[in-house]
């Protein structure tokens, strides 16, 4: 009977699991149409800001120079690892730093070991695991996705912006999943400055039109390639967000299936032990009876 009794405590243990992951999971649902219809908005409007911004500067005078496309002689490197601030959403964030590392030991070696590089974590549970490897973590901006909008997106890109004109910085990148669907997200790692990189000048447009600026096109450009900035950020934020809670239905989903199948194997185990039990019960009463007999 100790058997059965273990068994039963176990089967209700798994129950109740299941009960929390099936919350979860369906929270995370809600969540993430929300945080989808978000970025969905969001990506056809960055893609045409983008868009116009390497087309006015395609068409301008290689003379002139955007402060924000100037390369420094800065030789410290700045990364915005972006993860959550919860987990219980599978390798959502081991991956991003898993990257994160692999980017620092393969790309900026030099940097690492000369002291160059610093890492700006957006969520506890990157920062958290960063630390415990011992990496150098500058600042934490956990609070942005206690309630994610782009104001207070926008103090963050405008102290980036500001580290890489006074020279404090010379690469600043983002680390981040984007968001493909519930099942899927992809690790991304991008430059967020120094902006119209020569690998992305290589891109050229096969025609050009003329176009008549006012005031002027380097004006235009001084004035987008801020606010384009701010969206960049702004729209890996929100990936990163609708990435996060895909990744936790997906994992409550299989952790529900999971805790679905145990039970069916719990359940019968405890019907054969139960089985067992009386059985045993029944030799016993009937050796007991043929021994009253005798």
Do not use: W
């Not at 009960?19 to 219809?37: E, F, G, H, N, P």
């Not at 983008?50 to 500067?57: A, C, E, I, L, S």
């Not at 404090?168 to 690790?187: H, S």
Request: charged content about 25%; aromatic content about 8%; proline content about 1%.
């Amino acid at each position: 009977m100790a058997n059965l009794k273990e068994i039963r405590i176990r089967l209700n243990s798994v129950k109740s699991t299941r009960q929390i992951t099936s919350a979860m999971k369906m929270v995370s649902a809600a969540k993430l149409r929300r945080a989808q219809d978000s970025i969905l908005q969001l990506r056809p409007f960055y893609i045409k800001l983008h868009d116009m911004v390497k087309r006015v500067n395609d068409g301008m005078d290689e003379n002139h120079e955007n402060v924000f496309s100037r390369s420094t002689d800065a030789g410290r490197v700045l990364l915005v690892v972006i993860t959550s601030n919860r987990g219980l959403c599978g390798a959502f964030n081991s991956n991003i730093v898993k990257r994160a590392i692999q980017s620092i030991h393969d790309r900026y070696a030099e940097a690492h070991r000369a002291g160059k590089l610093d890492i700006i974590a957006i969520g506890k549970k990157g920062a958290d695991q960063l630390r415990s490897k011992n990496y150098k973590i500058v600042a934490t901006y956990h609070q942005l996705f206690d309630k994610l909008n782009y104001e207070q997106t926008v103090q963050l890109a405008n102290t980036l912006m500001g580290d890489f004109m006074t020279q404090k910085y010379g690469i600043i990148k983002l680390i981040y999943n984007q968001f493909r669907n519930a099942a899927v997200q992809e690790v991304s790692e991008e430059f967020f400055l120094p902006v119209l990189s020569t690998h992305e000048k290589e891109d050229k447009y096969e025609s050009h039109m003329e176009y008549i600026y006012e005031p002027s096109d380097a004006a235009i450009l001084d004035e987008m390639v801020p606010y384009t900035l701010r969206v960049q950020l702004f729209r890996a934020l929100l990936e990163s967000n609708a990435s996060e809670h895909g990744a936790r239905m997906t994992a409550m989903h299989k952790a529900t299936d999971n805790a679905t199948e145990l039970i069916k194997e719990l359940e019968l185990h405890y019907n054969k032990a139960r089985q067992a039990a009386i059985t045993g019960e029944i030799l016993e009463i009937v050796g007991g009876a043929e021994a009253l007999k005798e």
